[in-house]
């Protein structure tokens, strides 16, 4: 097996101990490589003004293959208050450094699964009239993942020349001329046809790669009519032109929360623009035991970030004892195995991460139900070096 580089992106809080006890299962499990540590979050923006520093692009760039932990991010008025004395006052915003990432490498697929593991105490449970379900959970979410409404395409007290671009919109002339500009904020939500066309293909060729024969589109295009009815028109030309075996169902977002949670064995594959496939993957993600098991990748023509979808928690960082579960970031090296083809070595993961769980002797804090209070340890719970210890066990 060829010896690859990883950059690693630890970041802020818990980011740092699920990175670690991360590399340490893939070390147990043979995957040999040579991991470059780069800086990124809310230190760098404190003390450069800048989250995603240069030289991490650069790395980036050159070795193709992230491990990213998890970032802090404020409100702009936190942020600003929070930049060295140096900086302050210099017209310095706070960008995602994520969001950033996606858009300066184009990493425009992001993909989210959703799987059940047998015996997680999280899992979500059905009641009956007269019995209790556990519905298989088993869905991909294809979320695109540089357009949409986190395209920071933003203005409070628009410039004339945006205002006066606004007010050719009957809609915004008749409704919102009233308001003075200084009192008005804007946020963009642009979908482009070439990556609404990329993310919905993905989607397609993921159902069609596992005999699914329907590919659900996650939008709100009844109401968002432009942005949400392009995804849809292309995904439904798609399926008549290239996927004859594949149907498209059309669920508006505020609907699928709620079927999520009476029949998610229905779906199998989802794509949504930015913030709803944002949104629908958490919800999806609460089903089978939440933050702690939700991956995720980023996928771009070059580059590939694999990161967890939870935040960064900044008051664990600070426990004698890390109580967070690594599962979510352990999964999205798994994630990383197979966009390398490593296919044996991420089933064999994933086979250690469901024995683990399944059996039951070891639980994070979160499965059994606890609060993330630093004592957990003595009520039983594993910390987080115990869970990666038992999925090295499992392998």
Known sequence: MEKRTIVTMPGDGIGKPVLEQTIRVLNAAGFEANYVHADIGWEFWCKEGNPLPDRTISLLQEHKIGLFGAITSKPKDKAAAELAPELQGKGIQYYSPIVAMRQHFDLDICMRPCKTFKGNPLNFVRRGANSIEEPLVDVMIFRQNTEGLYGGVEWTNPSDQVYDALMTHPKFKENFAWCPKPDLAVSTRIFTRKYTTR???????????????????????????????????????????????????????????????????????????????????????????????????????EVAVFEPTHGSAPKYADYPVSIVNPCAMVLSAVMMLEHLGEFAMADKIRTAVAKVIE?????????????????????????????ADAIIAKL
Request: charged residues 20%; proline residues 4%.
């Open 359 to 387: 059996e039951g002797k070891v639980k994070a804090y979160d499965m059994m139900k606890l609060k993330g209070t630093p004592d957990v340890i003595n009520n039983g719970a594993a910390s987080s070096i115990q869970m």
């Open 199 to 301: 993310i919905v293909r993905e989607a397609f060729e993921y159902a069609k790669s596992r005999g699914f024969d329907k590919v659900t589109v996650c939008e709100k295009p009844n109401v968002i009519r432009e942005t949400s009815g392009m995804m849809l028109k292309i995904a439904q030309e798609m399926a008549k032109a290239d996927y004859p075996g594949i149907w498209v169902e059309d669920v508006n977002i505020d609907a699928m929360m709620m079927w999520l949670t009476k029949n998610p064995e229905n779906y199998h594959v989802i794509v949504a623009g930015n913030m709803f496939g944002d949104i629908v993957s958490d919800g999806f993600a609460g089903l089978v035991g939440g933050l702690g098991f939700a991956c995720s990748a980023n996928i771009g023509p």
